[in-house]
């Protein structure tokens, strides 16, 4: 660290992301992508012609993107904000609405008290219950906005529609925002809330169910006001915050529904699969609805079973908090990657 720091951020512990290993070092199960490729969509509509346009700054409204989106969900433009993945949507919320401070549980996405220290706003951290569920009163009059990952991670549970409205109906003068970053493989998303709710941020991406990662795109789904708002800070940060490329692939991922059906449809029967096969060797496994399982070994440490999986090929993620050590979370790859997983933990198993 440098004398020059600014003193607010002094004493910040950064958000650390998953290892990006060497391609084909490892079976890769450790950051929630996809293991199959962009819609074939993508690949064809971004082309010589695009790549020599990139001399061009890219359109600061978006309209390609966020038409595709207002399009998909049935939603007017005017509620579409689109950003540099959903980390960007999420800076935007804490920007806008972290005046009173924000609220979320102690168990979820590790950016949410990082983004708090970021952008100097209260961050409010509520634990989890015994069973690693929300416990939806726990939000009732907060006093302050509300930040929910739903399914939340690293967990995989999902609240359902009316607990979601539940929070909503309690807290009509703060916002409450959804992190649906996994609600496509077989959560109720709450954008159906939001003709009824104007104080609802629905947030979403394209890097889990739309195949697109490292394309860094994100968007929110809002009320027009709330919009506004979050369009006021990307335009105050950056305005040309989606890149050229990334705005053609992500409109034509949203165009191509089958594609995507095709995608979480296929990711949500492998993860009932492995779920199964982790059970039947005697592992505790938390009924997920996202593209992840969050899994906890019988017979060893989460730190052993991590380490053993990584000497044998495979990444998956761990993390040292003493309550949820026991557990690793384990992203749902191909049909392919997850019989060799199974395999690979059988052997681990009976070592
Ligand atoms: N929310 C949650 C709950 C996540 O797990 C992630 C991905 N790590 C994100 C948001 C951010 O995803 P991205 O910036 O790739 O859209």
Same mark, same amino acid.
């Given at each position: 660290?440098?004398?020059?720091?600014?003193?607010?951020?002094?004493?910040?512990?950064?958000?650390?992301?998953?290892?990006?290993?060497?391609?084909?070092?490892?079976?890769?199960?450790?950051?929630?992508?996809?293991?199959?490729?962009?819609?074939?969509?993508?690949?064809?509509?971004?082309?010589?012609?695009?790549?020599?346009?990139?001399?061009?700054?890219?359109?600061?409204?978006?309209?390609?993107?966020?038409?595709?989106?207002?399009?998909?969900?049935?939603?007017?433009?005017?509620?579409?904000?689109?950003?540099?993945?959903?980390?960007?949507?999420?800076?935007?919320?804490?920007?806008?609405?972290?005046?009173?401070?924000?609220?979320?549980?102690?168990?979820?996405?590790?950016?949410?008290?990082?983004?708090?220290?970021?952008?100097?706003?209260?961050?409010?951290?509520?634990?989890?219950?015994?069973?690693?569920?929300?416990?939806?009163?726990?939000?009732?009059?907060?006093?302050?906005?509300?930040?929910? $990952?739903?399914?939340? /991670?690293?967990?995989?549970?999902?609240?359902? @529609?009316?607990?979601?409205?539940? %929070?909503? =109906? +309690?807290? &009509?003068?703060?916002?409450?925002?959804?992190?649906?970053?996994?609600?496509?493989?077989?959560?109720?998303?709450?954008?159906?809330?939001?003709?009824?709710?104007?104080?609802?941020?629905?947030?979403?991406?394209?890097?889990?169910?739309?195949?697109?990662?490292?394309?860094?795109?994100?968007?929110?789904?809002?009320?027009?006001?709330?919009?506004?708002?979050?369009?006021?800070?990307?335009?105050?940060?950056?305005?040309?915050?989606?890149?050229?490329?990334?705005?053609? $692939?992500?409109?034509? /991922?949203?165009?191509?529904?089958?594609?995507? @059906?095709?995608?979480?449809?296929? %990711?949500? =029967? +492998?993860? &009932?699969?492995?779920?199964?096969?982790?059970?039947?060797?005697?592992?505790?496994?938390?009924?997920?609805?996202?593209?992840?399982?969050?899994?906890?070994?019988?017979?060893?440490?989460?730190?052993?079973?991590?380490?053993?999986?990584?000497?044998?090929?495979?990444?998956?993620?761990?993390?040292?908090?003493?309550?949820?050590?026991?557990?690793?979370?384990?992203?749902?790859?191909?049909?392919?990657?997850?019989?060799?997983?199974?395999?690979?933990?059988?052997?681990?198993?009976?070592?």
């Amino acid at each position: 660290m440098s004398r020059f720091l600014h003193s607010r951020y002094q004493d910040m512990e950064p958000y650390t992301p998953g290892e990006q290993p060497g391609e084909n070092e490892y079976i890769k199960l450790n950051t929630n992508e996809s293991p199959y490729p962009p819609s074939p969509g993508v690949l064809s509509a971004i082309d010589g012609e695009q790549t020599k346009r990139l001399r061009l700054y890219s359109d600061p409204e978006g309209k390609v993107l966020v038409d595709a989106i207002a399009g998909f969900y049935g939603v007017d433009r005017k509620q579409v904000v689109v950003g540099n993945g959903s980390d960007e949507i999420l800076a935007f919320c804490y920007m806008a609405f972290g005046q009173r401070g924000i609220r979320y549980p102690e168990i979820s996405y590790g950016f949410y008290p990082v983004f708090a220290k970021t952008f100097g706003v209260d961050g409010e951290a509520v634990a989890l219950q015994k069973d690693f569920s929300i416990r939806t009163a726990d939000y009732h009059h907060a006093g302050k906005t509300v930040l929910l $990952a739903n399914p939340n /991670a690293p967990t995989g549970i999902c609240l359902s @529609l009316d607990q979601i409205e539940d %929070i909503l =109906r +309690t807290n &009509e003068e703060d916002v409450v925002i959804i992190d649906e970053a996994y609600v496509d493989f077989g959560g109720e998303s709450s954008v159906k809330l939001l003709s009824r709710y104007d104080n609802l941020v629905v947030v979403q991406t394209f890097s889990k169910s739309r195949n697109l990662a490292g394309a860094r795109l994100g968007f929110a789904l809002t009320s027009e006001a709330l919009a506004e708002d979050l369009n006021k800070m990307k335009f105050s940060f950056n305005p040309y915050n989606v890149n050229r490329l990334s705005m053609i $692939a992500g409109a034509e /991922a949203m165009k191509d529904r089958e594609y995507f @059906l095709e995608c979480t449809g296929r %990711i949500q =029967r +492998t993860r &009932e699969k492995t779920a199964k096969a982790l059970r039947e060797l005697g592992f505790t496994v938390l009924p997920s609805k996202a593209n992840f399982l969050f899994a906890r070994p019988e017979s060893m440490g989460g730190d052993v079973y991590f380490r053993r999986l990584r000497e044998k090929g495979i990444l998956v993620r761990h993390w040292t908090n003493p309550k949820i050590a026991d557990y690793v979370r384990i992203t749902i790859g191909s049909e392919e990657e997850m019989e060799r997983f199974c395999q690979v933990t059988k052997e681990i198993v009976e070592e």
